[in-house]
């Protein structure tokens, strides 16, 4: 049997390098203030514009490279099968009307909807119960018609 | 498995920004020297201090994160390579059993 082997370590490592270049460029933003060599109130020094200016493009820059390390490693898992894809599940209904209406109730079984919030799953068994009452109906109606008909030939008969 | 795709593999797309850091943190380094605000023939000042840790940071994490980016997927492309090589085996073993 063939096995997939799931390998993590390299997204970890370059998120883990991203989130240090990150606090970084945090820290290159905030340290002429709290390193206390741009005076408050003053106009900023050309160390101070520096820092700040090179700090924010590093920090959203790793914040952006942890995002890409991050979905690489959601695809990865994905790809492995460790995360499943959830899947938005179409009612039965709007798949196939004609047959669902022909159904009752049984075949709308509530973990066909387990993945859907609660309105979904009440409109499910709403569309599914009223399915069940037209299909009832016409059941009735079909067998009331064949009863008038086999009145009607035995009346012929008669 | 092609050249250009093991490439693809070693050096994604995060691999390049860590590249960018890299040379921001060469930047943030001489930064002090390059704009004349750390006096020369004194200590360095408090903001040179800074930017050369801040910088030796920068440059030392990125190029940890592309060399190690790097080595574990050279791992992986190299244990997919034995495995497969594995699986032709057995593949060819069995052939020969049938016959």
Known sequence: ?158 | MTLGTAMRRLFPLGSYVLLLFFLAGIWVVISPFAMTTQPSGIHWIPSTINNVVAGSLLIVVSLAGVLGYMAFELRDILREAHEKQLQQELQEQQATATY
């Open chain 1, 1 to 158: 049997m063939q096995t997939t082997r799931v390998t993590i370590a390299k997204y970890i490592w370059g998120m883990t390098a991203s989130l240090i270049i990150l606090l970084t460029g945090g820290w290159l933003i905030l340290a002429p203030f709290a390193l206390g060599y741009q005076p408050w109130g003053a106009d900023w020094a050309n160390q101070t514009i520096n820092d700040f200016w090179v700090g924010i493009p590093v920090a959203v820059v790793a914040l952006l490279s942890f995002t890409l390390f991050l979905v690489s490693l959601i695809g990865a898992l994905r790809a492995s099968g460790v995360l499943v894809v959830t899947q938005r599940l179409q009612p039965v209904i709007a798949a196939a009307p004609a047959q669902a209406m022909m159904q009752t109730a049984a075949p709308v079984a509530p973990a066909t909807y387990s993945d859907q919030s609660d309105l979904d799953r009440t409109l499910a068994t709403l569309a599914a119960a009223l399915a069940a009452d037209l299909n009832s109906r016409r059941q009735a109606q079909a067998s009331s018609d064949q009863q008038t008909d086999q009145t009607i030939s035995n009346r012929r008969d008669v």
